[in-house]
């Protein structure tokens, strides 16, 4: 009986103490989730991977709105990164990439519906084209705290360019987004999340505050501001009752998911 007991109260302390353990090993590798989105709306053939249904995208930011997530602005987050702020592990950044049309026409009154901020990183040298949004657009969706990033200037997989190329990409569109958006632009998207270490220099000498991948680089926990990492948002994200949806905002989603190469060549299409 005695040795039972003995077992037991050794079994209790062990699940115990694992429990404190696992949960300050956890604590410390929390990470604000950034959500990433392309094309919201019909999803076609052509973009299905990269492209949320207004449906879903609706019920996404219910979601997050229903179980009281934070949105913050993805400048909030550098800045409590650079200060060491312990963000609460509600907390959540909306992005989207590219600069489509339907960014404005479908995601925007949902975003404004639910009073969300959120950063949308623009090809310069695309917008205004069809498919694409217009300055005057971008100019409204910042009135409501939905702000510009820049993207390059068209889209290249910028470790294949060679360095001056892939200074103009990232310099040019920074100086175009601001002439036309009339103020500074402290942000930057790889495309397709591509960089490398001299990539990254030129992103930090051009005057960004700092750069966003998808899963690329060794960092999983955003301490390097120029590759801070994201995590790429789909429409199958709210099956299986939002468990995917769950783990995504989590905060512990980085850790768990495999990480590309840097500077390796994997992109499919231009506008990834
Ligand atoms: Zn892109």
């Not at 489509?100 to 623009?122: H, Q, S, V």
């Not at 995504?248 to 994997?266: E, I, W």
Request: proline share 3%; net charge positive.
């Amino acid at each position: 009986m005695r040795v039972v007991r003995n077992f037991l109260l050794v079994l209790v302390a062990i699940i115990i103490i694992g429990s404190i353990g696992f949960s300050l090993w956890l604590r410390d590798r929390y990470v604000v989730p950034i959500l990433t989105y392309h094309h919201v709306g019909v999803p076609s053939c052509k973009w299905r991977l990269n492209t949320v249904s207004e449906k879903s995208f609706d019920y996404q930011m219910n979601f997050i709105k229903r179980h009281g997530f934070q949105v913050i602005s993805f400048d909030s987050l550098v800045r409590g990164i650079k200060e060491g702020h312990q963000f609460s592990r509600n907390t959540v950044v909306i992005q989207f990439d590219d600069g489509y049309e339907d960014n404005y026409k479908y995601a925007f009154p949902i975003l404004k519906k639910y009073g969300f901020p959120a950063m949308i990183f623009l090809i310069s040298d695309i917008i205004n084209s069809p498919g694409f949004l217009t300055w005057d657009e971008m100019k409204e969706m910042e009135k409501y705290d939905i702000l510009a990033g820049a993207h390059t200037r068209r889209h290249p997989y910028l470790p294949e360019l060679d360095l001056m190329r892939a200074q103009d990409e990232i310099v040019g569109s920074k100086k175009v987004i601001e002439d036309h958006l009339g103020h500074s632009i402290d942000y930057f998207a790889y495309p397709t999340g591509g960089f490398t270490k001299e990539v990254k220099g030129l992103v930090q000498k051009a005057g960004y505050k700092a750069a966003v991948t998808t899963n690329r680089g060794k960092n999983k926990f955003n301490m390097d501001l120029y590759e801070i990492k994201r995590i790429h948002m789909n429409n199958t994200d709210d099956q299986y009752s939002g468990i995917v949806l769950w783990f995504k905002l989590s905060g512990y989603y980085n850790l768990f998911r495999h990480s590309r190469k840097c500077g390796v060549s994997q992109h499919k299409g231009f506008y990834e």
